[in-house]
């Protein structure tokens, strides 16, 4: 069974920089499309970033288009959201998700909170 572990988020001023990893463990991400959300207190999970398995197609929110930036290394089995920029409405708890069938993401991480302060 795969699993997913975030990592990297933690307590930014804005404008600053935070790079969020998601590693798999116990098989492979490079057959499946992959997906960052977010979640803030309060609110519905949300959709931020998307990637094809080969990484050659991406899709993001218009919250954070221009800002942040999804990618894969899949001889690591890792994915990665770049976030630039950052504004106190990124604070949330960030989740890395894969979509393993035709279901929609069904396969997803523990989170890791990102907290910008103003």
């Known amino acids: 069974q795969v699993q997913l572990v975030e990592s990297g988020g933690g307590l930014v001023q804005a404008g600053d920089s935070l790079r969020l990893s998601c590693a798999a463990s116990?098989?492979?991400?490079?057959?499946?499309?992959m997906g960052w959300f977010r979640q803030a207190p309060g609110k519905e999970r949300e959709f931020v970033a998307a990637?094809?398995?080969?990484?050659?197609?991406?899709s993001y929110a218009d919250s954070v288009k221009g800002r942040f930036t999804i990618s894969r290394n899949n001889a690591k089995n890792t994915l990665y959201l770049q976030m630039n920029s950052l504004k106190p409405e990124d604070t949330a708890v960030y989740y890395c998700a894969a979509r393993t069938g035709l279901a929609g993401y069904d396969l997803w991480g523990q989170g890791t909170q990102v907290t910008v302060s103003s």
């Open positions: 116990g098989g492979t991400l490079r057959s499946y499309h």
């Open positions: 990637i094809s398995w080969s990484g050659s197609s991406t």
